[in-house]
């Protein structure tokens, strides 16, 4: 379907979203935080960001336990594990329980090499198994989504535009059911994959593709993971964050920079008093979760800091 079809069927669609999206992890505004013993759970902050990294950031030759203490005497609110993983399940709770740290959900580590979108059936079946996977990984975690990227426009003929939007879209229906049973949703990221933009059309393209794949779906578990760093080189964060609106259930935090590329977390090119804003004026709440380069202790405490003072204003 053309560019100005997809155009002319938001007008008519209205770019509707289910209500509630936001219901299974915003937390209450003004609600007391606690800081976190280990061996209990943490609460809720009372700031209606809560901050996360990826687990793979965290560096050193140490247990899967210590890791997870590490972020939390850190003040780290959560982690997102990968799934599939090496780890045990009975290893990752023992981590949880008694570091209090949360696991805010999972990221479906195969939707690149096993994508959605491919041409091959069989490789689109073993992507859908790859995603239940990952469903039932975040529920057995206690967490809430998994992140997936949906496909990748990568041949003209065989994978294009279209073809990634009805395959995936086919896909990802079939794992619905269970979504909806066990309460995780699945979330879109927008990554550098050529679906829903054109990564030869400048730097202010709007996310209203983006917005009408999820409607599209039409399913209250389906919305979206905006990663705020990944568009930047292609669109103004802040105008993603108001076109997308209620459909952003967690973001990932990174930097990029027309001279520098990808850098550290407040030294690119993202207006950053302008997404804060854009965040609050569509009443996000929820998880945010660096996506850079780890490292140790040193490392994490820097990450941490910059992400504060990017989403919060904190210096």
Same mark, same amino acid.
């Given at each position: 379907?053309?560019?100005?079809?997809?155009?002319?069927?938001?007008?008519?669609?209205?770019?509707?979203?289910?209500?509630?999206?936001?219901?299974?992890?915003?937390?209450?505004?003004?609600?007391?935080?606690?800081?976190?013993?280990?061996?209990?759970?943490?609460?809720?902050?009372?700031?209606?960001?809560?901050?996360?990294?990826?687990?793979?950031?965290?560096?050193?030759?140490?247990?899967?336990?210590?890791?997870?203490?590490?972020? %939390?005497?850190?003040?780290? !609110?959560? #982690?997102?594990?990968? *799934?599939?993983?090496?780890?045990?399940?009975?290893?990752? +709770? &023992? @981590?949880?329980?008694?570091?209090?740290?949360?696991?805010?959900?999972?990221?479906?580590?195969?939707?690149?090499?096993?994508?959605?979108?491919?041409?091959?059936?069989?490789?689109?079946?073993?992507?859908?198994?790859?995603?239940?996977?990952?469903?039932?990984?975040?529920?057995?975690?206690?967490?809430?989504?998994?992140?997936?990227?949906?496909?990748?426009?990568?041949?003209? %003929?065989?994978?294009?535009? !279209?073809? #990634?939007?009805?395959? *995936?879209?086919?896909?990802?229906?079939?794992?619905?059911? +269970? &979504? @909806?049973?066990?309460?995780?949703?699945?979330?879109?990221?927008?990554?550098?994959?050529?679906?829903?933009?054109?990564?030869?059309?400048?730097?202010?393209?709007?996310?209203?593709?983006?917005?009408?794949?999820?409607?599209?779906?039409?399913?209250?578990?389906?919305?979206?993971?905006?990663?705020?760093?990944?568009?930047?080189?292609?669109?103004?964060?802040?105008?993603?964050?108001?076109?997308?609106?209620?459909?952003? #259930?967690?973001?990932?935090?990174?930097?990029?920079?027309?001279?520098?590329?990808?850098?550290?977390?407040?030294?690119?090119?993202?207006?950053?008093?302008?997404?804060?804003?854009?965040?609050?004026?569509?009443?996000?709440?929820?998880?945010?979760?660096?996506?850079?380069?780890?490292?140790?202790?040193?490392?994490?405490?820097?990450?941490?800091?910059?992400?504060?003072?990017?989403?919060?204003?904190?210096?």
């Amino acid at each position: 379907m053309s560019r100005m079809t997809r155009r002319a069927m938001i007008q008519a669609s209205g770019m509707t979203v289910a209500a509630g999206m936001l219901g299974g992890f915003a937390p209450a505004i003004g609600q007391e935080a606690k800081p976190a013993e280990p061996g209990k759970p943490s609460e809720l902050p009372a700031r209606r960001i809560q901050l996360a990294v990826k687990y793979g950031m965290i560096q050193g030759d140490m247990p899967m336990v210590e890791k997870f203490k590490l972020l %939390q005497s850190i003040g780290f !609110d959560g #982690v997102e594990m990968d *799934s599939p993983n090496n780890f045990s399940l009975e290893e990752v +709770l &023992a @981590a949880r329980e008694a570091s209090g740290l949360r696991i805010h959900g999972v990221v479906d580590s195969v939707h690149w090499r096993l994508r959605l979108s491919s041409p091959d059936s069989e490789e689109r079946r073993q992507g859908i198994e790859g995603l239940i996977t990952a469903i039932r990984d975040s529920k057995a975690y206690g967490g809430s989504s998994v992140l997936l990227v949906p496909g990748r426009v990568a041949d003209p %003929q065989n994978e294009n535009q !279209d073809q #990634v939007w009805k395959r *995936s879209i086919e896909a990802i229906k079939t794992v619905l059911p +269970l &979504a @909806a049973e066990l309460g995780i949703y699945v979330l879109i990221e927008n990554v550098w994959n050529g679906f829903c933009y054109d990564p030869e059309g400048g730097d202010d393209q709007s996310a209203d593709l983006l917005a009408s794949y999820v409607d599209e779906i039409g399913s209250p578990w389906v919305a979206n993971y905006l990663d705020l760093g990944n568009h930047r080189k292609f669109a103004k964060v802040e105008s993603w964050v108001r076109t997308l609106g209620r459909r952003v #259930v967690k973001v990932d935090v990174k930097d990029w920079g027309k001279e520098t590329g990808w850098t550290k977390i407040g030294e690119g090119d993202i207006d950053w008093p302008a997404v804060r804003q854009a965040l609050a004026d569509v009443g996000y709440t929820g998880w945010a979760t660096a996506e850079v380069a780890g490292g140790g202790r040193d490392r994490l405490v820097e990450i941490k800091s910059r992400m504060e003072k990017v989403l919060f204003g904190e210096q």
